[in-house]
């Protein structure tokens, strides 16, 4: 999965990444409550204008990305100088209000999201197969604290198309991926896109636990 995900970047087959912020996270985020200043997790986060818009609204953003192409091509489109740095395994590297980790979000562990108080993820569930979906979920939940929320952002695929990624994930499976953790609440259904037959899901998730 992870040299399919590097190649896409390397070769420009990136019809994932859209040219605009997602209209769902405009629509729903001021719902969640989340208090000007907390810091975001974004996984899997590619170069996606949702982070500079979670920015722009007073939120620290923490992206985390594989592809070195996607930070870079981020980086580039931004606006402000770029200060670097290592820590652990990760390159990383900030600019503004977002600061971009560029690894394994397997190997970002509590240590460094202690700071972390919400989450948004439009593509990263989405993009893991099956098999990894169910270690996503859990350790999605080691890195939100008890009482933090976030937005989820799923799709479905057409009867029968079981291709990907992106992965068709359905309500079930959600709900049988986080909540044991998280509660949830299901926010829409978007109409199927044009061309492809996805049909995005919304969901608003809050960490289990007493609230600190």
Not at 33 to 40: D, H
Not at 117 to 133: C, H, K, M, S
């Amino acid at each position: 999965m992870d040299n399919e995900w590097l190649a896409r970047w390397r070769q420009g087959r990136i019809g994932f990444h859209r040219s605009e912020v997602h209209p769902a996270l405009v629509r729903h985020w001021p719902s969640l409550g989340v208090k000007a200043g907390t810091k975001v997790l974004v996984p899997l986060c590619g170069k996606s204008l949702d982070m500079r818009w979670l920015a722009r609204h007073d939120h620290p953003v923490l992206g985390i990305e594989l592809a070195g192409e996607a930070i870079e091509q981020f980086l580039a489109e931004g606006v402000g100088e770029v200060s670097r740095y290592h820590h652990d395994s990760f390159a990383v590297s900030r600019q503004g209000n977002v600061e971009l980790w560029q690894g394994d979000f397997f190997h970002f562990h509590i240590e460094a999201a202690a700071e972390i108080g919400a989450f948004y993820d439009r593509a990263a569930l989405i993009a893991l197969p099956e098999a990894t979906r169910q270690r996503y979920a859990f350790h999605l939940a080691q890195l939100i604290p008890p009482g933090a929320g976030g937005l989820l952002i799923t799709l479905r695929r057409a009867p029968g198309d079981d291709a990907g990624p992106p992965y068709g994930v359905e309500a079930a499976e959600v709900r049988e991926l986080f909540e044991p953790n998280f509660a949830l609440s299901h926010l829409e259904d978007g109409a199927p896109e044009p061309g492809s037959g996805f049909r995005e899901s919304v969901w608003a998730l809050t960490r289990r636990g007493p609230k600190v």
